[in-house]
T-cell receptor, first 115, second 112 residues
Framework: EPEVTQTPSHQVTQMGQEVILRCVPI?????FYWYRQILGQKVEFLVS????????KSEIFDDQFSVERPDGSNFTLKIRSTKLEDSAMYFC?????????????FGPGTRLTVL | AQTVTQSQPEMSVQEAETVTLSCTYD???????LFWYKQPPSRQMILVIR??????QNATENRFSVNFQKAAKSFSLKISDSQLGDTAMYFC?????????FGTGTRLQVFP
């Protein structure tokens, strides 16, 4: 059964460093998402992406964040200059269509630790 | 703004018994969708069940069913005949766009 995959599973970085989190969505899906979960808190929406453009972003998704689909398979989240408060679990998701009804398929997450 | 509240951080149930997980939400929208996602230990979140707000009939998927009370803005998940494999975090989620808004989750432990 097709799955969303994410690499790495755990990333440790120093404050101020750039990190790139990678995701491979399910191959026939057209809509892509990033969510994050700070330890002990709820899963929060960061950004949605369709047709090589951001379709919606949250207040969390400021200028330090960017997303890209560099080729036909990868979907990346870049944090330019990491802060301690960026430490969280980052989940990628994809869906076939962008409507509310459509199931979003989630990856296993990347745990980002900023020291 | 929409919010989702799960008031039970942890629940436990014995195998073969029934358990109900609570979820309430707040919205001024009339058309929306509600979901329960399951996240087993060290695994990705998977969709358990979904409910369209315009449907009065409660959704059912095998051993999983919901009690959707639109006026009360309540969306509880009932798991019947609990199995050890049901041990997981359960997240309630709301959407009226394609952005999911999650609750904080309920950790369910099924005991033999």
């Amino acid at each position: 059964e097709p799955e969303v995959t994410q690499t790495p599973s755990h990333q440790v970085t120093q404050m101020g460093q750039e990190v790139i989190l990678r995701c491979v969505p399910i191959s026939n899906h057209l809509y892509f998402y990033w969510y994050r979960q700070i330890l002990g808190q709820k899963v929060e929406f960061l950004v949605s992406f369709y047709n090589n453009e951001i379709s919606e972003k949250s207040e969390i998704f400021d200028d330090q964040f960017s997303v890209e689909r560099p080729d036909g398979s990868n979907f990346t989240l870049k944090i330019r200059s990491t802060k301690l408060e960026d430490s969280a679990m980052y989940f990628c998701a994809s869906s076939e269509m962008g409507s509310s009804y459509n199931e979003q398929f989630f990856g296993p997450g990347t745990r980002l630790t900023v020291l | 703004a929409q919010t989702v509240t799960q008031s039970q951080p942890e629940m436990s149930v014995q195998e073969a018994e029934t358990v109900t997980l609570s979820c309430t939400y707040d919205t001024s929208e009339n058309n929306y969708y509600l979901f329960w996602y399951k996240q087993p230990p060290s695994r990705q979140m998977i969709l358990v069940i979904r409910q369209e707000a315009y449907k009065q009939q409660n959704a059912t998927e095998n051993r999983f069913s919901v009690n959707f009370q639109k006026a009360a803005k309540s969306f509880s998940l009932k798991i019947s005949d609990s199995q050890l494999g049901d041990t997981a975090m359960y997240f309630c989620a709301f959407t009226n766009t394609d952005k999911l808004i999650f609750g904080t989750g309920t950790r369910l432990q099924v005991f033999p």
